[in-house]
């Protein structure tokens, strides 16, 4: 049985960097593509960016100049860090395994709330 | 365009069909997911590749894709099946994109 967790600070001041990590149980890190996707409050679902084990990366072009997805194959393990942060900013994040590169996001984490105040 | 449009709401009387659509240029030619969120929970993906449902989605959950329009339906609606439904395509030089999402009431 897959399991993601994420963890990492709830609280991130405006301008500083959100970091957080997604730990993957149950299914080696080394298969499929590996997912961020956020939900502010009460709104709708938006796609961040995905890693592959090899590197490879693909980011959302309106969240693209400030994101980067790392991968640590050895902790199974992958993380997010997004820049100057603002209020917007504000919302659960998700990790999730992505089965095709398409976007086929069928195990997902329980979701971390990030708040972005000061 | 990449955008994907839904319905805000629908809702359907217990055991009859629900239809929600996804409207988005295209999108015929793309792979449409769907995905169920119920309140305080992970989304859960119950469509993929237009039609086709991972292992323990019930058959009730339907999918279609062509021209402009997704399509996901419930046959035999449950109160169960009242939540959040979000559809999602992959655009090329986009990534993925969801739409804004539907609530689904049942009553």
């Known amino acids: 049985q897959v399991q993601l967790q994420e963890s990492g600070p709830g609280l991130v001041k405006p301008s500083e960097t959100l970091s957080l990590t997604c730990t993957v149980s149950g299914d080696s890190i080394s298969n499929y593509y590996w997912s961020w996707i956020r939900q502010p409050p009460g709104k709708g679902l938006e796609w961040i960016g995905y890693i592959h084990y090899s590197g490879d990366t693909n980011y959302n072009p309106s969240l693209k100049s400030r994101v980067t997805i790392l991968v640590d194959t050895s902790k199974n393990q992958f993380s997010l860090k997004l820049t100057s942060v603002t209020a917007a900013d504000t919302a659960v994040y998700y990790c999730?395994?992505?089965?095709?590169?398409?976007?086929?996001?069928?195990?997902w984490g329980q979701g971390t709330l990030v708040t972005v105040s000061s | 365009s990449s955008e994907l449009t839904q319905p805000p709401s629908v809702s359907v009387s217990p055991g009859q069909t629900a239809s929600i659509t996804c409207s988005g240029d295209?999108?015929?030619?793309?792979?449409a997911c769907w995905y169920q969120q119920k309140p305080g929970q992970s989304p859960v993906l119950v469509i993929y590749?237009?039609?086709k449902r991972p292992s323990g989605i019930p058959e009730r959950f339907s999918g279609s894709n062509s021209g402009n329009t997704a399509t996901l339906t419930i046959s035999g609606t449950q109160t169960m099946d009242e939540a959040d439904y979000f559809c999602q395509a992959w655009h090329s030089g986009t990534g993925g994109v969801f739409g804004g999402g539907t609530k689904l009431t049942v009553l």
């Open positions: 999730a395994r992505d089965r095709d590169g398409y976007n086929r996001l069928d195990q």
């Open positions: 295209k999108l015929g030619d793309k792979f």
């Open positions: 590749q237009d039609t």
